[in-house]
C-alpha cells in the first residue's frame, strides 16, 4: 500500500489542480445553470478505500442516500470511477436546478443527468490541466431509496486501490444543495498519475 | 490517405445508429441505421431542424440536455431503463417483444470540426432492445412467482398464509378508519363422506368447483382463501354483519342448488358457514375464532346454513376464563 503514497508536494500539486478544475467547472455550470453557482474550493483527501464506507455511512447516518458511478479512461493509462453521493431530499432542488418540470423525467433520470454534467465538468478540466483528456462511460445507478448505500458502496471500493474524496458544496441563489463526489483510481493509474504529478512539478 | 474513404461504409455499416447535428441542432448526417430504420433519405433531411424530422422526440428534455453539451463541451446520456427510447424507432424482434419501439442506449457528445473549429453534435442510438426484453421476462417472472407463492396450488384461490396476513391488513385499516369489517368461516358439509363415496379425485373436484362457486359470487375487495382442508376463509371489507349473513346465504343456496359433474355423475355438496363482524381492539386470531364458534354452531344446527356468531355462543368459555 505504501508504494501508492503521494509525498506531500504531489498532493499539494493535486489539490492545485483539483482546484482549478473545480473553478473551470464553477464558471461552466454557473453559465449552463443560468444561476450563481458558487463552488466551494473542494477538500480533497486520500483514503483508503477500506474506510470509505464506514466514513460515508456516518456522515450520512440514516439518511436516503442515493450513489450514482460514472467510469472515465484517459490516454497513458489513466483510469477510475467516480461517484456521487445524493441525499434523496434533495431531488426536487435538482429538478429545478436542471431546469425539469416535476413530470417529464423520473427522479433515475434526474439523478444520472445531474451526475453526468457535475462529473464530466470537473473531469474534464483535471484532464486538461494533466494534459490529458477523458472519455467517459453512460452513469449508472448504484443505489437509490430503500438500498443500503454503505454496502453498495463497499462492494464497489473493494475494486479499487485509492480514494480521493472530494468533498463538493454547491451553493445556487434560492437554495442551498450538497453532494460529495469520490475519486477512484486503480493502483497502475495511481502511479501513472503520480508520474504525471512529478513531471508537473519538474516543469515548474 | 486510405481510410478517409473507408469512414462512409464504416459509418453505413455499423450497427449503431449515428445522428450528426450543427450547433442549431439541424441535421447534418444520419447514417444508414438510422435511415432505414426511420424510413428517410439523407438528402431529404440535410440542413432540416432535428425536431421537425424526428416529430416524436421529448424535445424540451432533449434540448436542455443537447444544450449542455454544447455549452459545456461534455458528454450527456441516456439509458432504455430510465427512458426506453429517444427515437422512435422500430426494432427486429416484433414477435419476441411486446414493446412496439427499439429500448436504446444513447450518448451525446461535443465534436470541433478540425480545420474550421465549428462545433457540432454527435448522438449514438445503441440498440438495448434485447436487454429491455430480457429485463421485461425477468419482471413477468418475478411477478408469476410472487402469484404462485400466494396461491393455493389446489384450488387457484389464495393460500392459508396470504390470506391471513391480508387479514391483519384489513383488521388495521378497519381499526384505523372505524370502517365495518366482516368475516366468514365456511366448511363442506359431510366431506369425508364425499371422499369415501367418490375418492380424493371427487373431493378435489368438489373443492375447485365450490372455490370456482363462490369466488364468483364475491366482489373484487372481497378475499377468498383455503384456510385448510375442506375449510375456507372469506374477509369481507366495508361489510357489517347483516350485510355478511346475506352473502353467507347466499353462498350457502348457491353452492346447494349447483349441480358438480365429476366422471359422469352428478353431485351436489353444502356448505356450513360462520359468520363474524370486526369490533375494535380485536386481533384477527380471535375474529378467526369467533368465526369458527360460529361455524360450529352452523353444523351442529344441521349443517347448510349460516349462523352469525354471538357472544352468548362463547359465555362458556368466559366462564371459565
Redesign the interface.
Known amino acids: 500500500m505504501t508504494t501508492l503514497h503521494f509525498t506531500e508536494e504531489q498532493r499539494d500539486c493535486l489539490q492545485e489542480l483539483v482546484n482549478v478544475a473545480m473553478g473551470q467547472a464553477s464558471d461552466k455550470l454557473a453559465r449552463y445553470l443560468e444561476t450563481m453557482v458558487h463552488l466551494q474550493v473542494p477538500a480533497i483527501k486520500l483514503v483508503d478505500t477500506q474506510q470509505l464506507p464506514e466514513h460515508f455511512a456516518n456522515r450520512y447516518q440514516q439518511q436516503s442516500v442515493s450513489l450514482i458511478s460514472l467510469g472515465f479512461f484517459g490516454d497513458q493509462g489513466l483510469r477510475g470511477e467516480t461517484i456521487m453521493l445524493y441525499q434523496l431530499a434533495n431531488v426536487g432542488v435538482l429538478a429545478k436546478l436542471l431546469g425539469y418540470s416535476d413530470d417529464d423525467s423520473s427522479e433515475a433520470e434526474m439523478l444520472t443527468d445531474i451526475s453526468s454534467v457535475l462529473t464530466t465538468t470537473f473531469l474534464n478540466g483535471l484532464a486538461e490541466q494533466l494534459d490529458n483528456s477523458f472519455s467517459y462511460a453512460a452513469p449508472r445507478i448504484l443505489s437509490s431509496r430503500d438500498e443500503h448505500f454503505a454496502d453498495k458502496l463497499a462492494a464497489t471500493a473493494q475494486q479499487w486501490q485509492l480514494a480521493l474524496q472530494v468533498d463538493i458544496r454547491y451553493q445556487l441563489t434560492d437554495y442551498s444543495f450538497h453532494c460529495d463526489m469520490i475519486l477512484l483510481i486503480p493502483g497502475e493509474a495511481v502511479l501513472r498519475l503520480r508520474q504525471m504529478l512529478d513531471q508537473i512539478l519538474a516543469d515548474f | 490517405m486510405p481510410l478517409e474513404g473507408l469512414l462512409q461504409p464504416l459509418l453505413s455499416q455499423l450497427n449503431s445508429g449515428v445522428v450528426l447535428l450543427d450547433a442549431e441542432l439541424k441535421l447534418v448526417f444520419i447514417n444508414q441505421f438510422i435511415a432505414r430504420r426511420a424510413d428517410l433519405q439523407q438528402d431529404d433531411v440535410k440542413g432540416k431542424s432535428l425536431f421537425d424530422v424526428f416529430s416524436d422526440l421529448?424535445q424540451?428534455?432533449l434540448q436542455?440536455?443537447l444544450?449542455?453539451v454544447l455549452?459545456?463541451?461534455?458528454?450527456?446520456?441516456?439509458?432504455w431503463?430510465?427512458?426506453q427510447y429517444i427515437f422512435k424507432l422500430p426494432h427486429l424482434r416484433p414477435l419476441s417483444s411486446d414493446s412496439a419501439y427499439m429500448a436504446q442506449?444513447c450518448?451525446m457528445f461535443p465534436l470541433t470540426a478540425p480545420d474550421t473549429g465549428e462545433r457540432y453534435i454527435c448522438i449514438l442510438v445503441e440498440d438495448a432492445t434485447d436487454a429491455y426484453v430480457y429485463q421485461q421476462q425477468l419482471q413477468q417472472s418475478v411477478t408469476r412467482l410472487q402469484l404462485a407463492n400466494r396461491t393455493d396450488g389446489l384450488t387457484g384461490v389464495f393460500n392459508r398464509s396470504y390470506w391471513q396476513q391480508q387479514l391483519g391488513y384489513e383488521i388495521q385499516r378497519a381499526e384505523r378508519y372505524q370502517h365495518p369489517l366482516s368475516l366468514l368461516l365456511f366448511d363442506l358439509d359431510k366431506f369425508k363422506q364425499l371422499n369415501d363415496h367418490y375418492g380424493h379425485l371427487g373431493g378435489d373436484a368438489v373443492l375447485i368447483e365450490v372455490s370456482r362457486l363462490v369466488a364468483a359470487l364475491l366482489r373484487d375487495t372481497d378475499l377468498l382463501g383455503r384456510y385448510g382442508g375442506e375449510e375456507f376463509g372469506i374477509i369481507l371489507p366495508e361489510t357489517d354483519l347483516t350485510g355478511a349473513m346475506q352473502v353467507a346465504q347466499r353462498l350457502c343456496s348457491a353452492v346447494a342448488a349447483h349441480n358438480i359433474t365429476f366422471e359422469q355423475q352428478q353431485l351436489t355438496a353444502t356448505i356450513s358457514v360462520g359468520v363474524t363482524c370486526f369490533t375494535s381492539g380485536l386481533g384477527s386470531d380471535q375474529l378467526i375464532q369467533q368465526a369458527d364458534e360460529a361455524l360450529y354452531s352452523a353444523k351442529r344446527h344441521g349443517r347448510n346454513q349460516a349462523v352469525a356468531w354471538r357472544d352468548s355462543q362463547s359465555a362458556y368459555l368466559k366462564k371459565v376464563k
Open positions: 421529448p424540451a428534455w436542455r440536455k444544450q449542455g455549452s459545456l463541451q461534455v458528454p450527456a446520456f441516456s439509458s431503463e430510465q427512458r442506449n450518448s
